[in-house]
């Protein structure tokens, strides 16, 4: 049986760069922009479509299954930039606790809209600076950093 490999029948061409950006959506710009872990989307998610009011990190932590100090990571970083917010109410030992709820929307989009001009600004400034040398560079340290980790694809 004569088996033929697919790949060499057909043309492959560069992409263009709406190509590219097809696959460019709200998900890819919290995961790829701002490194959301899975972990941090799903509270966003949480706190933004399921739950009727703030909520603890131990209420957070129940409702996910997962460890309050995961939750206590993510939340910092959430909350660093800018998609949540946290205040304190009074706990029912005395004490107090603080309770996150998710920022309204429309300040969200603007704070997305300043990250990704920032981006935008960063990204071309280090295009443009851009030499050989620091490509190889970068390629260099990159391909090290996948045999280290042990996720070369």
Do not use: F, H, W
Not at 22 to 39: A, F, H, N, Q, W
Not at 47 to 62: C, H, M, R
């Amino acid at each position: 049986m004569l088996v033929v490999n697919v790949v060499s029948l057909i043309t492959i061409k560069e992409k263009s760069t709406e190509e590219i950006l097809e696959d460019v959506d709200i998900k890819y710009i919290l995961r790829c922009i701002l490194r959301l872990s899975p972990t941090e989307v799903e509270i966003y998610y949480l706190l933004q479509n399921k739950a009727k009011e703030p909520l603890t990190v131990a209420e957070i932590a129940k409702e996910m299954n997962k460890s309050r100090s995961t939750i206590e990571r993510s939340l910092v970083k959430l909350v660093q930039l800018g998609l949540i917010a946290r205040r304190p109410v009074l706990a029912k030992n005395g004490g107090y606790t603080y309770v996150y709820y998710t920022k309204p929307i429309d300040y969200v989009k603007q704070k997305l809209l300043q990250l990704i001009n920032a981006y935008y600004e960063k990204s071309k400034q280090l295009i443009e600076n851009l030499t050989s040398a620091a490509l190889i560079e970068s390629l260099n340290s990159m391909a090290n950093e996948e045999g280290s980790d042990g996720n070369s694809n």
